[in-house]
C-alpha cells in the first residue's frame, strides 16, 4: 500500500471500529508555530524522580527511560552495568532494548546489569524484528535468554516503518501469533510497536490491530521539537493513543542529535519539551555517567514549558524543520536497521507444497 492510497483510505476509516470504539480520523491540519493543548498525565514523586501511568497497564514509569542502545556503545560491559546500575538507584525504572541492538549486545549488558536484585526494579522492554510467527518466536526466546530473565513486561514489534508490515505481522502465521502465545504462557506481560518514519504508518497499525480485536498497551515514536512541524507524530498519532489510553513512549527528543546541529534548540529544551507532552516516558540515550547526571538534574528540577515558552520554541525551530533535514529517520533509510537486515524480518510462510 502507498502512502497516498492511505491518506485516500483514511478518509472512510470511520467505518473501520477501534478497540476502543473510536475511529481514526484524516490527519488534522498542521498548523506551525502552534502549540497542542493536551491533559499530561497525573505524576507521583518518590525521591527526586517522577512517575507516570503507563496507559492502562497499572504500571508506573520513570519520567525518563534508559536507551538500550546507548548502554551498548561503551568500550567495556563494566562501565555499561555501571550506568545502568546508577540509574536503577536514582529511580530510573523504564529499560529500553531490543534484540538487534549491538547483535544483542545490549541485551546482554542489561541481563549482566539486572542480577543482584536490579530486576525487581524495573520495567523491562525489549524489541524484536520479526514478522513472521517462527522469527518472532525465536527472537523472544533469544532475549528471555540474554536478558537472563523468565519474563519480559514488555515486547515491542520494532521498526513498524513500512505500511505492509501490520499486514505481515497480524496475518496467518504472522509475528502476532507468536508475541501472544508468549504472553499466554507467561513469558511476555505487555505488547506494543515503535516506528519512526510516518504517523501515517502508526496510523494503520492501530487500524490493523483493531480489526483483529486487539489493542495494543503502549507506542513509541519520535516527539521531538521538529516532529511538530512535519510529519507529525504528535499531531496525528499522539491524540488517538490518548483517546484509547495506550502508554506513549517518547523517543529521538533530540533526533539522535541531528536537532542540536540545527542550534535552534538546546538539549534541555529538546527534553524538557518531550516531557511536556503527555508522554508516559521519554527514552533517552544515556552513554556516560555525565549524561545521566545531567539527565537527573534535569528532572528534579523539570517544570513544563509554559505557553509562551512553546510558542517561542516551535517558532525557532520551524524553519529547519519545515522538509526533516534534522529528523533523518523519517526522511532517509539510514536508521533503519531492518531495511539493511531483512532477513531479521523472516521469510513469510509458504505452506505446503
Known amino acids: 500500500m502507498k502512502r497516498r ?3 485516500e483510505s483514511l478518509q472512510v476509516a470511520a467505518a473501520i471500529p477501534l478497540a476502543a470504539g473510536a475511529a481514526i480520523a484524516a490527519p488534522p491540519h498542521e498548523k ?3 502549540p497542542q493543548s493536551f491533559e499530561r498525565p497525573k505524576e507521583t514523586q518518590r525521591g527526586d524522580m517522577r512517575f507516570r501511568p503507563l496507559g492502562k497497564t497499572g504500571e508506573e514509569v520513570s519520567i525518563i527511560g534508559l536507551g538500550g542502545h546507548h548502554i551498548g556503545r561503551q568500550k567495556e560491559e563494566k562501565e555499561s552495568i555501571d550506568i545502568i546500575r546508577a540509574a536503577i538507584d536514582a529511580g530510573i525504572n523504564f529499560m529500553d532494548n531490543c534484540w538487534d541492538y549491538h547483535d544483542g549486545g545490549s541485551e546482554l549488558r542489561m541481563g549482566h546489569a539486572l542480577k543482584d536484585g536490579y530486576r525487581k526494579k524495573v520495567l523491562l522492554m525489549t524489541k524484536i524484528d520479526g514478522r513472521t510467527k517462527k522469527a518472532a518466536t525465536e527472537q523472544i526466546d533469544q532475549s528471555l535468554k540474554r536478558l537472563q530473565t523468565d519474563v519480559i513486561d514488555l515486547i515491542q514489534y520494532h521498526e513498524i516503518i513500512r505500511l505492509e508490515d501490520p499486514d505481515r505481522i497480524f496475518a496467518e502465521g504472522g509475528a502476532h501469533e507468536a508475541v501472544v502465545a508468549a504472553q499466554k504462557a507467561g513469558k511476555v506481560r505487555f505488547i506494543g510497536f515503535t516506528g519512526h518514519k510516518d504517523p501515517l504508518v502508526h496510523l494503520r497499525m492501530l487500524q490493523v490491530a483493531a480489526k483483529h480485536d486487539f489493542r495494543f498497551d503502549t507506542v513509541q515514536m519520535p516527539l521531538n521539537v521538529m516532529d511538530a512541524h512535519f510529519r507529525s ?3 496525528q498519532v499522539l491524540p488517538e493513543l490518548l483517546k484509547q489510553g495506550i502508554g506513549v513512549l517518547g523517543m529521538k527528543s533530540m533526533g539522535d ?3 542540536l546541529k540545527s542550534r535552534t534548540a538546546t538539549p534541555i529544551e529538546c527534553l524538557r519539551y518531550a516531557m511536556t507532552l503527555p508522554t508516559s516516558t521519554v527514552i533517552t540515550g544515556v552513554d556516560s555517567m555525565k549524561i545521566l547526571q545531567q539527565d537527573l538534574e534535569l528532572v528534579k528540577n523539570f517544570q513544563p ?3 509562551p515558552e512553546l510558542t517561542n520554541l516551535l517558532a525557532r525551530t520551524a524553519t529547519a524543520a519545515a522538509e526533516g533535514k534534522f529528523e533523518g529517520f523519517k526522511t ?6 531492518t531495511a539493511k537486515n531483512p532477513e531479521w524480518l523472516g521469510e513469510p510462510d509458504k505452506g505446503p507444497g
Open 233 to 235: 507524530f504528535e499531531k
Open 305 to 307: 514549558l509554559t505557553e
Open 332 to 337: 532517509t533509510n539510514g536508521f533503519d536497521g
Open 257 to 259: 542529535g541531528l536537532i
Open 32 to 34: 506551525a508555530n502552534e
Open 5 to 7: 492510497e492511505f491518506l
